[in-house]
């Protein structure tokens, strides 16, 4: 069975850090591109990063504004997010999610979702 | 960015009626965009994917179509388990963006 868990979620003050993890089971994580989605009241459903199969990785640079870093170690199919410089709009929770066809250089929809880890930046 | 502007924002229906869902584009996405529901407490669940390719697992009462700007989610006859929000995302083009939902009440 396919399956994503996020976990390191918290309250965090201004200007903190956290590192989220997300663990895979199920499938071969290296074959595919892996994806962080933040779910806030104020914007809804955000795209933050991805992680192509090869290592490459992109950003929603308006969002992220070079503050956060995706990374992955396939040898125990995990995937990270580390999250720096955190501001109270970065509150929410963030899913990782994975795409639908394996080895692929384009971008794809996300076929499975974790259950999200809520992040909380409050001083 | 690529704006995705859904409508209406709330539509509200009875189960067996036919639920029809909007997604605009502000520049064109070909044919890559997905269809989410999601349920309180609990992730998104890909329905449509390619505009019209329905994912694993999920019924025939729900189709998609449209190409460029324009898309449609239907739900045939809608079931007691279909009342939930509603996303669209396109993935044309980086950032990957979503639409704003459509809340599907029961009436």
């Known amino acids: 069975q396919v399956r994503l868990v996020e976990s390191g979620g918290g309250v965090v003050q201004p200007g903190g850090s956290l590192r989220l993890s997300c663990s895979a089971s199920g499938f071969t994580l290296e074959t595919y591109g892996m994806h962080w989605v933040r779910h806030s009241p104020g914007k809804g459903l955000e795209w933050m990063a991805y992680s192509r199969y090869d290592g490459y990785s992109q950003y929603n640079t308006d969002s992220v504004k070079g503050r956060f870093t995706i990374s992955r170690d396939n040898s125990k199919d995990m995937l990270f997010l580390q999250m720096d410089s955190l501001r109270p709009e970065d509150t929410g929770v963030y899913y990782c999610?994975?795409?639908?066809?394996?080895?692929?250089?384009?971008?794809?929809?996300?076929?499975?979702w974790g259950h999200g880890t809520l992040v909380t930046v409050s001083s | 960015e690529i704006v995705l502007t859904q409508s209406p924002g709330t539509l509200s229906l009875s189960p067996g009626e036919r639920g029809t869902l909007s997604c605009r584009a502000s520049?064109?996405?070909?044919?890559?965009l997905a269809w989410f529901q999601q349920k309180p407490g609990q992730p998104p669940r890909l329905l449509i994917y390619g505009s019209s390719s329905r994912a694993t697992g999920i019924p025939d009462r729900f189709s998609g179509s449209g190409s460029g700007t324009d898309f449609t989610l239907t739900i045939g006859s809608l079931e007691p388990e279909d009342f939930a929000l509603y996303y669209c995302q396109q993935y044309r083009t980086s950032p990957i963006t979503f639409g704003q939902g459509t809340r599907l009440d029961i009436k």
């Open positions: 999610a994975k795409d639908l066809l394996e080895f692929l250089v384009t971008l794809d929809a996300f076929d499975i």
């Open positions: 520049q064109s996405v070909d044919r890559y």
